[in-house]
């Protein structure tokens, strides 16, 4: 079976960036996502350069396992669950992604939870998302392509940044990372 890869480059910008880009390409209608992330107390789920969360947007939960694999390239597993409470999954198929990564579920609890407001645009070969994201002591705004198709990435990404005056350079640690 072949792994579920995620690659993204990230970069945050300023307020007048972001406003300026989203006003650019015909991004969908914003929606509002809360994000809570979990760990051990002895942090491994970050000693394995990894983050588990659930996801909220509106009624529906996502349950997420991301363990990065280099600086843009992530594992990453993601499934909808029936509730935003993580000692309330019982699914096999996440329980064995607990087993695989030796995580154990019972010795999860909540580190952080922060709001993204989010929009996307669809390209070829990816999506770019503008997000807006609320932590409980600041606000920040970060565009993200995310690729799912072989090819430059960086270089595609740099051309959309271009009329902003902005190039790509990685400027910004995961959100999470942020929120503390």
């Known amino acids: 079976m072949q792994e579920p890869i995620e690659r993204e ?4 910008v300023s307020q007048d960036i972001y406003e300026k880009i989203i006003h ?7 929606w509002k996502q809360t994000n809570t992330y979990f760990d051990t107390p ?8 990894g983050a588990v969360r659930i996801r909220t947007i509106g009624d529906r939960h996502i349950f997420t396992l991301k363990i990065r694999k280099d600086a843009i390239t992530h594992i990453e597993l993601e499934k909808d669950i029936d509730r935003s409470n993580m000692q ?18 019972e010795q999860l609890s909540p580190i952080t ?17 503008a997000d807006k994201t609320i932590y409980s002591n600041h606000i ?16 595609f990404f740099n051309q959309i940044l271009e009329p ?7 400027n910004c640690p995961s959100k999470i990372a942020r929120a503390f």
């Open 88 to 105: 309330s999954i019982t699914d096999p198929e996440i329980l064995n992604w607990f087993k695989e990564y030796q995580i154990n579920k």
């Open 42 to 49: 002895d942090h491994s789920i970050k000693n394995q350069k």
């Open 9 to 12: 480059l990230k970069i945050l």
């Open 140 to 155: 920040d705004y970060e565009l993200e392509y995310e690729y799912f198709d072989q090819h430059d990435g960086i270089s």
């Open 24 to 30: 650019s390409y015909d991004f969908t209608k914003p």
């Open 164 to 170: 902003f005056h902005i190039t790509y350079i990685k």
């Open 113 to 129: 939870t922060f709001s993204t407001v989010r929009q996307t645009y669809d390209f070829e070969h990816g999506q770019l998302c």
